[in-house]
């Protein structure tokens, strides 16, 4: 079986461009809050995948420090960034059979997109959401519609 943490970036900055927003005082503090809180049921993360954008980055790393997540297991990777569905999917499937529990760290629609394909569940992750996912596959590459099932879910309470 795999895991598969999804968290959407902190609440951000309003600007142009879009990729340069950066987190906002709030997202800050609500992407720390989440990662003290889920702290104690998250286990060792073996591999991060993250958008490049300004606002995820600053999300993984700060989720990095307080899980203890060596900044060599993240991947910044472009496609995450305004994926579509099919896309999160592609990047999943190319995972390594070597990682048990990924971190995907993105944006909105698509994560709340992955999550109803994976398990059914209908959610909207707003900023600083965290949806846990247990998948009844071996390797990555085996996930299908429905093959996950929720572990646990995290929403912010500011």
């Not at 600007?15 to 998250?42: C, M, W």
């Not at 790393?61 to 999160?88: P, R």
């Not at 529990?101 to 997109?113: A, E, F, I, K, T």
């Amino acid at each position: 079986m795999k895991e598969l943490i999804l968290v959407r970036h902190g609440h951000a900055l309003d600007g142009t461009p879009d990729f340069d927003r950066q987190l906002s005082h709030t997202g800050v503090h609500a992407v720390n809050q989440l990662a003290y809180e889920v702290s104690k049921h998250i286990g060792q993360v073996d591999k991060v995948i993250a958008s490049p954008a300004a606002r995820t980055k600053q999300t993984a790393y700060i989720l990095s420090e307080h899980w203890k997540i060596n900044s060599s297991n993240i991947s910044w990777q472009e496609e995450v960034y305004e994926a579509s569905l099919d896309t999160l999917k592609e990047i999943l499937n190319q995972i390594p059979g070597t990682a048990n529990r990924v971190l995907l760290v993105g944006h909105n629609p698509g994560l709340s997109l992955l999550v109803h394909y994976l398990t059914g569940a209908v959610c909207h992750l707003e900023p600083s959401s965290l949806v846990h996912i247990k998948l009844y596959v071996d390797e990555w590459m085996l996930i299908t519609q429905n093959s996950g099932s929720l572990m646990a879910t995290h929403f912010p309470t500011l």
